[in-house]
């Protein structure tokens, strides 16, 4: 079984940083792209950045700049740097993985909120 565990999120003031991890383990043979998603309240999720196996990068206008992408292959793991935060940042963070298992497809960690507030 596929678990994705995400680590770091929290109370930060605008301006400040914090820096989320997710660690995927279990029966996985090949994990492709991993990223982050993140969905407020009231609002749709939204994609915020992917990293391919490669260590190509993509990111969210909203985002760019300020955040930063990052995996360890030899540990199945995805970074987010978050710098710069704003209020408009707050949210829960979901990470996932674009995997092989014994299925392939998309699996997700828990969630980890942010919150940005003075």
């Known amino acids: 079984q596929v678990q994705l565990v995400e680590l770091g999120g929290g109370l930060v003031q605008p301006g400040g940083s914090l820096r989320l991890s997710c660690a995927a383990s279990?029966?996985?043979?090949?994990?492709?792209?991993m990223g982050w998603y993140r969905q407020a309240p009231g609002k749709q999720r939204e994609s915020v950045a992917v990293?391919?196996?490669?260590?190509?990068?993509n990111y969210a206008d909203s985002v760019k700049g300020r955040f930063t992408i990052s995996r360890d292959n030899a540990k199945n793991t995805v970074y987010l740097q978050m710098n710069n935060l704003k209020p408009e940042d707050a949210a829960v963070y979901y990470c996932?993985?674009?995997?092989?298992?014994?299925?392939?497809?998309?699996?997700w960690g828990q969630g980890t909120q942010v919150t940005v507030s003075s």
């Open positions: 279990g029966r996985i043979f090949r994990i492709n792209d």
């Open positions: 996932y993985a674009d995997l092989i298992s014994d299925s392939a497809g998309w699996y």
């Open positions: 990293i391919t196996s490669g260590g190509n990068t």
